[in-house]
């Protein structure tokens, strides 16, 4: 797969709600503790029956350029073979934050 036909699908949290969207571009920030997201995906359905929580993500991040994620925010991010359909879910249970390590003020 060439490296402009990469696919992401990423999980992350949003205020009670686990948001699962698909981007050709997902890297680390230069923004310490963050994970920036491009180039986001929504597929060309022309279906009668019509998801409203993919329409709402498409109305969310339809016009985004890039989104900054807080990394704790993140579930997973896997690289797919091509786009699913973005959706909002409820978060079920508890989903803990991976501990990160803060550098000391000052440090160098």
């Given at each position: 797969?060439?490296?402009?036909?990469?696919?992401?699908?990423?999980?992350f949290?949003?205020?009670?709600?686990?948001?699962?969207?698909?981007?050709?571009?997902?890297?680390?920030?230069?923004?310490?503790?963050?994970?920036?997201?491009?180039?986001?995906?929504?597929?060309?359905?022309?279906?009668?029956?019509?998801?409203?929580?993919?329409?709402k993500?498409?109305?969310?991040?339809?016009?985004?350029?890039?989104?900054?994620?807080?990394m704790?925010?993140?579930?997973?991010?896997?690289?797919?073979?091509?786009?699913?359909?973005?959706?909002?879910?409820?978060?079920?249970?508890?989903?803990?934050?991976?501990?990160?390590?803060?550098?000391?003020?000052?440090?160098?």
């Amino acid at each position: 797969m060439a490296s402009d036909d990469r696919m992401y699908r990423v999980q992350f949290v949003n205020q009670d709600q686990v948001y699962e969207l698909y981007a050709r571009h997902v890297y680390q920030s230069e923004m310490w503790g963050f994970i920036e997201v491009e180039a986001f995906v929504f597929g060309n359905r022309s279906e009668v029956l019509v998801d409203p929580g993919e329409e709402k993500l498409k109305k969310q991040f339809g016009d985004v350029k890039r989104s900054f994620i807080p990394m704790q925010a993140i579930i997973r991010i896997d690289e797919v073979q091509h786009e699913g359909v973005p959706r909002i879910s409820e978060a079920k249970g508890t989903v803990t934050a991976f501990p990160v390590a803060v550098p000391p003020r000052g440090s160098k």
